[in-house]
C-alpha cells in the first residue's frame, strides 16, 4: 500500500502473529510487520497533523515540492502518466495551508490546492508539464517536513551522456536457473550485460554495473541482503534508466513449452522502455514475443528512475538454452537491449501519441501487506 518512513507514529488497533494491523486514516488500515515497529508507552497521544503551507523551487537538477507538516504523517504517492500526475496522499493529515509558494524555474510541476478525502486524509495532485517521467523521490527533511524531489525531462533522444545502471541478475553463490545440460542462468546474465555495456559505452552513455565478474553484490549471502544491495548500489549511481538482465526458466510443467522473450516493469513511467526493449530483444533474436508484464519484482519498486527486468530466453528450454551457450546469441541479446534502450530515449522527448493500458498507481518500495504476505 505504502511505506512508512522511520519516526511515523500510527495507532495499531490488532495483531496476528508477527504482524500489526495499523490505521492509516479512518478510511484506510494496513498491516506491518512486527519488527518494524516500536511500541510507545499507552500516554503517547497522537492527534492529526497539519500540513501549514507548501512550496515549490528548483534545485540542483530537480524540481523540489516541500510540504510543511506539524507531524510526521504515513504517506502514499500515485503515479499517472495520462495524465501527468503524482498523487500525494498525506495521511492523519488535515490541509490547513495559508498558501503555495511556487519559485522562477518550476514551471514542470504545478500542484492544484488540497483535497481533503477525509478528516483525517489530504490529498494533493501535482500536474506536470512532462508526459514521459524520468523519477522522483520522497523523504522526510530533518524538521519532519515532507520533501518530493522530481526529476525532469531529458534534454535529447541521444543515448549519449545519459546513466544507464545495467543489474546481471544473480551471481556468485546464487547460480539462478539452471539448464537441462547445466547451464547457469548467472552467467548468462553476465555476459549480455558486459556486452550492453560496451554498446552503451560506445554510444556515449555513463553506464554502472551492480557486479562485473561472477560475484553476490550484498553481504551475508540472504536472498533480502542480496536485492537490498543491488537497489542501493543502483541508486547510488542516480540513473536515468536501470535494466536488470534475467533469463527465464519455467517453474512447473513442460520445459520444451515454455521458451520466449518476457519483459517486466512496475512503475507507469517504466511502461515506455519495457515495451521498447521487449519490442527490439524479440527483433534481434527471433524469439517468441510472450509478453510485457506489471510485476512487483523488488529491484524494480523504486521510483528514482524507470527500472525494466528483460528475460531474455528460457534458459530451462533445451533448444533456448544451447542457443544462450553461443557468443553470437548473447551479443544479439545485448544489442537488442540496446535498441531498445535507444528507442525509448528517443520516444521519451516526443509527445505521447497512443494512451496504453497502464496501472495508474504507484506503490513505494516497502508495501504494507498482510499477514498472508
Known sequence: MTVLPS??????????????????????????????????????????????????????????????????????IRQSVFPAQLKVDLFRCAAAQEAIHQFPGTVAVRPLPPQQLASDWAEITLDLTNAHQTGYRAYF?????????????????????????????????????????????KDANLAISMALRQELLSAGAEVFMTRERDVAVGPGGSRGAELEARVAASK?????????????????????????????????????????????????????DRFVGWQRFYVMRETDCPRVLVECAFVSNPQEEQKLRAPLFLHQASRGIFEGIRAYFAAAVQPPSVTPAVPQIELLPTPLVGPKG
Open 7 to 76: 519516526g511515523v507514529k500510527l495507532w495499531a488497533i490488532g495483531r496476528e502473529g508477527s504482524w500489526y494491523k495499523v490505521t492509516l486514516c479512518q478510511a484506510l488500515d494496513g498491516w506491518i510487520g512486527a519488527s518494524n515497529i516500536r511500541e510507545l508507552d499507552a500516554g503517547v497521544t497522537l492527534d492529526t497533523a497539519r500540513l501549514t503551507d507548501m512550496s515549490v523551487s528548483a534545485q540542483d537538477d530537480v524540481t523540489r515540492v516541500l510540504f510543511y507538516l506539524t507531524d510526521r504523517v504515513p504517506f502514499r
Open 236 to 288: 547510488a549511481a542516480k540513473a536515468d534508466l536501470f535494466i536488470s538482465v534475467h533469463n527465464n526458466a519455467v517453474g512447473s510443467g513442460n520445459a520444451a513449452k515454455a521458451y520466449g522473450t518476457e519483459t517486466y516493469y512496475w512503475t507507469p513511467m517504466s511502461y515506455l522502455p519495457a515495451v521498447t526493449i521487449q519490442e527490439a530483444v524479440v527483433a534481434a533474436l527471433g524469439t517468441r
Open 141 to 185: 527533511s530533518s524538521s519532519g517536513h515532507l520533501i518530493v524531489d522530481i526529476k525532469g525531462p531529458f534534454a535529447s533522444a541521444s543515448v549519449a551522456g545519459k546513466r544507464v545502471a545495467i543489474d546481471p541478475g544473480h551471481g556468485g553463490p546464487d547460480s539462478g536457473a539452471v539448464g537441462p545440460t547445466g547451464l547457469c542462468e
